[in-house]
């Protein structure tokens, strides 16, 4: 039973197998470095996630492309059907009747209509009926979608660049810092820190739930230093930085927390990898008191110094 269950938490869902050394499962920002190959189009299509995640300028960049392409679509529509079935056109050239075609149609998708141009006749009036459902069909998913990424709780947890080796206790320990930058509150904050090492003469891996001293906090309105004591019972006792680079170590960090603001769970992940790991340092204090409060300095959160090991 006990190898059993051993078996069912040795990997993580990120694989055993690293086919090279350096191979990193989490990156630094918390995305998965793992690329899926040979998916049909229509199976690996997701437009809602791509649009809710992707950044604020491509999001509005595809809705004004949108915005645009539809209402030149319709322009040409409307020129083809011919523009003496828009009255109140004063257009003389080609190009004065293609754009009364186009500012047309700009105000048939919002349903605005100010009155002057109006479709005459059954062939205008039909695209302008279809052109008005397709307005509002395309406005009402544009909201959808604007509310949608202003709703997603988004965690901006800030990891110190580097983690360390440190004097703890009477032993040493494993640790790194990490900060909420950001104004909102977030409330029974708990992370979990495993680690990932090849076995002994194999490309296999294993992974490692490390202790912590302490795995949450009520509270995160400062910065929080996380602690794995390498003690007798830690995968990392006895080993030295080089072992720490034979065996590809990466250490993954999972954080999930309530916000107070959207009152939903947040979630943020990062890792460290051997060159990330400084051996010998300590975290400079950050914090410091003035006039009735703390003030935080985060840019210190990469700040340490040297320190002897035990």
């Known amino acids: 039973m006990a190898k059993r269950q051993k078996r069912e938490f040795n990997d993580f869902g990120l694989g055993e197998k690293s086919s090279s050394k350096g191979f990193r499962a989490l990156n630094k920002d918390g995305s998965f470095n793992i690329e899926k190959t040979n998916i049909p189009l229509f199976e690996r299509l997701n437009f809602f996630h791509t649009l809710v995640t992707m950044k604020w300028s491509h999001f509005f960049g ?138 002994e003469n194999s490309e296999l891996r294993d992974f490692h739930i490390l202790n912590l001293e302490r795995e949450k906090v009520r509270f995160f309105p400062s910065m929080w230093t996380i602690v794995h004591p390498i003690d007798n019972n830690s995968p990392l006792f006895g080993l030295s930085t080089e072992d720490y680079n034979k065996k590809d170590f990466e250490f993954i960090a999972m954080l999930r927390a309530f916000d107070e603001s959207s009152g939903q769970m947040v979630y943020s992940r990062s890792s460290y990898k051997p060159e990330e790991i400084e051996w010998g340092q300590k975290f400079v204090y950050a914090a410091k008191q003035s006039n009735g409060k703390t003030y935080i300095d985060v840019s210190k959160i990469n700040e340490s110094e040297k320190a002897e090991l035990n």
Do not use: C, H
Not at 88 to 94: E, P
Not at 136 to 144: D, H, N, R, S
Not at 150 to 176: C, H, L, T, W
């Open 62 to 199: 595809f809705i004004f492309l949108g915005y645009f392409t539809v209402n030149i679509i319709f322009a040409v529509i409307y020129t083809i059907i011919g523009v003496e079935n828009l009255t109140g056109t004063q257009g003389m050239t080609s190009f004065e009747q293609f754009m009364e075609a186009f500012f047309f149609s700009a105000q048939t998708i919002t349903t605005l209509g100010y009155g002057r141009v109006a479709p005459l006749g059954l062939p205008a009036n039909i695209v302008a009926a279809i052109e008005s459902l397709l307005g509002l069909l395309f406005f009402a998913l544009a909201t959808g979608l604007l509310y949608g990424r202003f709703s997603k709780p988004v965690s901006k947890i800030r990891y110190s660049d580097k983690a360390i080796i440190s004097p703890y206790q009477e032993i040493n320990g494993f640790m790194f810092r990490l900060i909420n930058p950001q104004k909102n509150e977030l409330l029974d904050v708990e992370i979990n820190v495993s680690v990932s090492m090849k076995r």
